[in-house]
């Protein structure tokens, strides 16, 4: 076995060559054959795994991982990570792969730059996206414990995963944010408010290991939470489900969208951490009145980074998540995800799909006129 981290003799050069080239089971029978350290790097400081990294191959840097491979390797000249070189690959399944193997999200490279900002600097919007939203779900689980002089956890178990997954959620627009509460968070918003409280103030006070977008991102669930429990007390003897007063008052067509305004600006104002740049950012451009985006679009663009132009996907009616497959039967001018979405959306969507039936049966009746 080679001695660790360096790049000694031609088994080295070749581990090198195979990676440049993606070529997967050269570079895994040299490595077996000869058993080798795969922590070598050459004199830039490059290792095999941010190699493959950079290169977007999958596959190549799962093989290293599990041979051991440092996720967190800080050799690098310019101070680069795995992580920096996958955000600069374009390939977000390379990123959560390095993620979920515990890479460092936001370690900062010579000049400061975290890998999300690499991502959103080279315009690659996936990547921004799965590492602004990454948080190990050992964060989530630190309440299940007890800690100091408590007697029981602050949050029981049954509600760490869902919670995890909760927070990892990409698509931040409150309707799908309050449809995520479904089935287990529901059952207790109160206490599912106080955690992310707490995990937002505890993402701001880690020095230099702060992470300011995954703060505010914890804090605006938090709001949102708020803002479902108040529905739930609105009308506490109907017994009607909180989500769906929510999310219909969102969906009221130009009310709805005046309340998601109102709602996110006053989420923006009520952060906590006034110092940081994402805070400074977005009330800027929210003071700004005149070309000042919809609060929603802001904030999701700062959580999950700027779109490039070739992604415009089709996105749902109801609560704006991408890739929405179901069109509505009757007269197919919308998108859902889901049968669920669907019905939710059919009390604005009612009139409408009758006026865009008429349209298209007029349409088709002219045609069959003209020919
Ligand atoms: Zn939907
Ligand atoms: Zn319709």
Known sequence: MAPANVCTGEEGKLVFYYVAKNDFLSLKSIILQHNLNVDIYDEHGMTPLKSAAYNGHKEICQFLLDQGADVNCKNHEHGYTALHFAALSGNAEVCQLLLDSGANSHPLNSVGRTPSQMAAFVGFHNCVAVINNYIPKSEVEYYTLTHGLETEPKLPSVYASPLHKFIMQVNVHPVRVALNLQPTLIE????????????????????????????????????????????????????????????????????????????????????????????????????????????????????????????????????????????????????????????????????????????????????????
């Open 188 to 371: 207790d918003l109160p206490r599912i408010k106080k955690i992310l409280e707490l995990m937002c103030e505890k993402e701001m006070k880690r020095g230099a290991e702060s992470n300011e977008v995954m703060s505010f991102k914890l804090h605006y669930l938090s709001c949102i939470v708020a803002e479902v429990i108040k529905c739930s007390f609105r009308s506490p003897e109907k017994q009607s489900d909180p989500v769906e007063l929510f999310v219909r008052k969102i969906l009221v067509r130009k009310r709805g969208e005046e309340y998601i305004d109102f709602l996110i600006r006053d989420i923006v104002r009520e952060f906590p951490f006034r110092e940081c740049t994402i805070f400074r950012q977005m009330v800027t451009s929210l003071a700004n009145q005149k070309d000042s985006p919809p609060a929603l679009s802001l904030v999701t663009v700062a959580i999950n980074g700027q779109r490039g132009f070739s992604d415009d996907v089709k996105t749902c009616a109801t609560c704006g998540e991408e890739k929405a497959s179901k069109k509505c039967s009757k007269c197919k001018q919308v998108q859902y995800c889901d049968r669920e979405c669907q019905r939710l959306h059919w009390f604005v969507h009612k009139k409408e799909c009758n006026r865009n039936n008429e349209e298209l049966i007029n349409k088709m009746e002219n045609s069959v006129k003209i020919n």
